[in-house]
């Protein structure tokens, strides 16, 4: 059992103009850096691979091995690409990471761009972020104007040159292969693998794609060491990780804390369900990954805990939904998304999304027939596996997850004329909610304060 919160990426977020060289510097920043240049590069691999970090964008992959599948001695360049696209609905820690403390995500970059051995690294983020994309910006400047970037970084003999890309606002360019299109020049679709990024990626050159929580966590596990890191967290889930609590919480925000921790004690941490108020469902890792329950309240949040009551830890990006929430209400605005999210490249996606919109709105209307819920696991079962990235799968996952567990709810709307809710009473904004509050729905850096 976890019980408690371990801010490290988090630690400098309430400090005064933390997003500075000369703050990050003060709170022993770029001291791992320092360190991996008096390294060898296979060295800082094999201590990335024994800390057991593992992707924090979704899937959960190692990144020490996804590192070491880079061919050495080729003669092509290397490049590193940071995936800061963050866009699936209820994710919300890498912005708040680049916003706060940039240079831990730029010094992390140049200790991976090291390890691998590339000597352009690029960062794409989501263009809608404007203010983030300039704050990077910013620190990357400074990081060139302190030797930190550019040519000979600290008399070590290493080059590198580091790009802030700012797409223009597309789920699908979070996609990894999409991503190196859209930075290509094209427009971002997935593309088929093999060959993958690590052999033919940027510029068909080996590529490592990582997410910036990944890259952020690169700094101190070098400066403090692999086991500092495998100390926190579970067998094979190691380490401290951001979970973003959202919704229907008292305090919602960003909570660091090591893998395995359980939504119980996220809850008790950030003062529970909005007062007055129940569980219904949530989601572990933002939208594309299934629903649970409060009977899923103790479950561990990392990724076998997870993966064994049929879900994924994905993004950590807690969703919380009292017992106000209409079930097919919040499935329909997800599949929305998906739906105008989805690139078009592939049928099952491109047109399935378009039929779960139609069936899911005719169900919440109240003009749904007794097909429809048979519709709707059809249309899931053609798209999922189907589809040519998780996208498709993604899609599915809300709708079957939440047939599985609010069947009777479905089935009200289509024997009972329509949505038996109220949307009203679901909003933050709602009366009931606001007599309630306790006026602590901030979006606080907990994991700093606690
Ligand atoms: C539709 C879609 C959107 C994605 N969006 C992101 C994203 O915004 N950020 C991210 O890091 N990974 C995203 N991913 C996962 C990436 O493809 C990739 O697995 C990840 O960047 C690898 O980094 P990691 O190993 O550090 O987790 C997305 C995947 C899909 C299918
Ligand atoms: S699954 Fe959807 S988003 Fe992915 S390639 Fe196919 S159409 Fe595009």
Redesign the pocket.
Known sequence: MVDTLTPVLTDDWDTDRAWTLKAYEKAGGYRGLRSALTMKQDDVIALVKDSGL????????P?GM?WGFIPQGDDKPHYLVV??????PG?CK?IPLMLATPHTLVEGVIISSYAIRATTAFIYC?GEVLHVVRRLQRAVQEAYLAGHLGKNIHGSGYDLDLIVHAGAGA??C??????LDSLEGRRGQ?RLRPPFPAVAGLYACPTV???????ASVPCIVANGADWFSAMGTEKSKGMTIYSLSGHVTRPGQYEAPLGITLRELLDMSGGVRQGHSLKFWTPGGS?TPILTAEHLDVPLDYEGVGSVGSMLG?KALQIFDETTCIVRAVLRWTEFYKH?SCGKCTPCREGTWWLVQTLQRIENGEGSDSDLDMLVDLCDNILGRSS???GD?ATSPITSSIQYFRDEYVAHLTGGGCPFDPAAATLFSSSARALSTGGASMATAGASA
């Open positions: 593992r992707g924090r964008g979704g899937a959960g992959f990144t996804k995936n800061a696209d963050e866009s699936e994710t890498d989501r789920y699908i979070g996609e990894e292969t999409a991503m997935p794609i990582n997410n910036v929580e990944t890259i594309s993004t999210e990235c998780a996208l993604g």
